[in-house]
C-alpha cells in the first residue's frame, strides 16, 4: 500500500516535471535523436504488429502456469500457481515500452544482445523481432516461464537462445563466453546489490556503443538508490530516465549529462 502510494507519488512528480518531450530545447544530437526518432516513432511495421497481436493474445490467456518463483534477492522458490494472462499483465513489459526496445533496437542496430529476466519472453519477443540477425541470449531462473517463452519464440520464428539459472550463478559465464555486448536489458531480481552486480559484471562487456537499459528504476527506494550509482558511473557519459525505465549510454564524444524526459 505504501509502496504503491510512494510509487504513484513519484510519478506525479515525473509527470509534472519531466521535459523534453518533443526534443525542445535539447542540444545534444545524439538525445535528440534518440527522442525524435525512437521515443516518439509511432510507425508501426509489419513485424511489430505481428509481436503485438501474440502480446495481447497472452494477454488474455486464461492457462494455468504451475511453478518455483523466485524472489527477489533470495535463492528461495515458492510454489504458485498463476494464469498465464496474469503473468503477462503483472510482471511482462507492456506494449508502450514494448514499442520502444523494438524501435531502440531498430535504430541503434545491436550484434549482440542480453536481457537479464526473461519471465514468459514477452519483452524477448519484441528483441528478437527488431534483431532477427543479432545474437540475442536471455537469462531465466524459472523453467516453467522459460517453456512459454520458447513456445512464443517459436511461434515468431525467432532464434533466441534462453538460458535457464539464477543470474547469480549463471550471469558471469555468459558474460565469459562473449567479447561484448552491445545491448543489455536488466529485468530481474530488482533488489540494489543484485542491480549493482549485475551492471559491474555486465560492464566489462561493454563498449563506447554500448547501451544498458534497466527496467523498474523507480519501482522501489532500493531500485532508486542502484539507480543514482548507476548513472554517475564514471563510464557513464549520459543517462535517460524515462520513469519506468532508465537507459545510460558510453559514448565518449558524448558530454556528460543527466536526462529526465517525459514518454
Ligand atoms: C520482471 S520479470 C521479467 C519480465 C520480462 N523481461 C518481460 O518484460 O517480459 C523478472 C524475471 O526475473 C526472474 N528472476 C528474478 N530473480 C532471479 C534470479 N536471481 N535468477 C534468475 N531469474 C530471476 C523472475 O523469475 C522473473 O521471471
Redesign the pocket.
Known amino acids: 500500500m505504501i509502496s504503491h502510494l510512494r510509487y504513484s507519488l513519484k510519478y506525479i512528480r515525473y509527470f509534472l516535471f519531466a521535459k523534453h518531450k518533443k526534443g525542445h530545447s535539447i542540444h545534444s544530437p545524439f538525445v535528440y535523436n534518440f527522442i525524435t526518432k525512437v521515443l516518439n516513432n509511432k510507425t508501426e511495421h509489419k513485424n511489430l504488429i505481428e509481436v503485438i497481436n501474440i502480446h495481447n493474445k497472452y494477454l488474455k490467456s486464461k492457462r494455468y502456469i504451475e511453478f518455483k518463483?523466485?524472489g527477489?534477492g533470495t535463492n528461495y522458490y515458492k510454489s504458485k500457481k498463476l494464469k498465464l494472462g496474469k503473468i503477462v499483465k503483472r510482471?511482462?513489459?507492456d506494449k508502450k515500452h514494448g514499442k520502444l526496445i523494438y524501435n531502440l533496437i531498430k535504430y541503434y542496430d545491436p550484434s549482440n544482445i542480453l536481457?537479464i529476466?526473461?519471465?514468459?519472453?514477452?519483452?524477448?519477443a519484441y528483441i528478437a523481432q527488431a534483431a532477427p540477425q543479432s545474437s540475442f541470449i536471455s537469462?531465466?531462473?524459472?523453467e516453467e516461464?522459460i517453456q512459454i517463452a520458447k513456445e512464443i519464440s517459436l511461434k515468431l520464428n525467432q532464434k533466441t537462445e534462453f538460458i535457464h539459472?539464477?543470474?547469480?550463478n549463471t550471469l558471469n559465464s555468459v558474460l565469459e563466453k562473449y567479447e561484448k555486448f552491445d545491448l543489455v536489458?536488466f529485468?530481474?531480481?530488482h533488489t540494489k546489490q543484485?542491480t549493482l552486480n549485475y551492471f559491474n559484471s555486465s560492464l566489462e562487456k561493454s563498449h563506447n556503443e554500448s547501451i544498458f537499459i534497466f527496467?523498474d528504476i523507480h519501482w522501489s527506494t532500493d531500485m532508486e538508490e542502484a539507480w543514482e550509482i548507476i548513472k554517475i558511473n564514471k563510464k557513464v557519459k549520459v543517462s535517460i530516465d524515462i520513469f519506468r525505465m532508465g537507459l545510460i549510454f558510453f559514448k565518449k564524444k558524448l558530454s556528460y549529462q543527466q536526462y529526465v524526459i517525459k514518454f
Not at 529476466?117 to 524477448?124: A, E, L, P, Q, Y
Not at 537469462?139 to 524459472?142: L, R
Open positions: 518463483d523466485i527477489a510482471s511482462s513489459i536481457e529476466g526473461t519471465s514468459v519472453g514477452i519483452s524477448s537469462i531465466e531462473g524459472v516461464k539459472g539464477n543470474f547469480d536489458f529485468d530481474g531480481n543484485s527496467d
